[in-house]
């Protein structure tokens, strides 16, 4: 009996049920964050992601479509590990002036993951001549970026700072 071959194609369907894993996860883990969270400008922040990432699910699931693929995730250690990090800080600093500093860092840590992915599965989308796919995972490529960006932010106006001046 001889096994198929493992091709891109193949990959980039096992990456994709991986990030929208992580999405999924990602969208139930926002609005703990959000609770967590002191300044009013970090809860804003994270209830503006969330909304953007029920955009970002939508998006995979389309992918999936073009495919002819259930939109079915696969499990993700790092997604996980990520998360559970992010509530392990979320508990040992509750109530502290770094609180809202260690919920960045987290939040920077699955931008970071996520940044990864999408670049990788535009590449290989592209590679596939799939190029609506490669769109539509450049948009949230786009967008996971830019929230990195206004997460620096943050942590560089407000967070760090707030979390400094206590020390």
């Not at 369907?13 to 992580?22: C, E, P, S």
């Not at 079915?72 to 990090?85: L, P, S, V």
Request: glycine share 4%; hydrophobic share 40%.
């Amino acid at each position: 009996m001889v096994s198929k071959a493992k091709m891109l194609d193949d990959l980039f369907h096992d990456t994709l049920r991986d990030i929208y894993y992580a999405e999924k996860k990602i969208l139930k883990a926002l609005p703990k964050m959000r609770r967590a969270a002191q300044s009013k400008e970090l809860k804003s922040a994270f209830e503006k992601h969330e909304a953007q990432t029920e955009e970002h699910v939508a998006r995979l699931e389309k992918v999936f479509e073009m495919m002819g693929k259930a939109a079915r995730g696969k499990t993700c250690e790092a997604i996980e590990g990520i998360i559970a990090e992010g509530e392990e800080i979320a508990e040992e600093f509750k109530g502290a002036p770094a609180l809202d500093a260690g919920l960045i860092s987290s939040a920077q840590a699955v931008e970071h993951y996520e940044i990864t992915r999408y670049g990788t599965l535009k590449r290989w989308a592209i590679e596939l001549g799939m190029k609506d796919a490669a769109a539509l995972l450049d948009e949230t490529l786009k967008e996971e970026a830019t929230t990195d960006e206004k997460l620096s932010s943050l942590a560089q106006s407000l967070a760090n700072v707030r979390a400094k001046k206590a020390a």
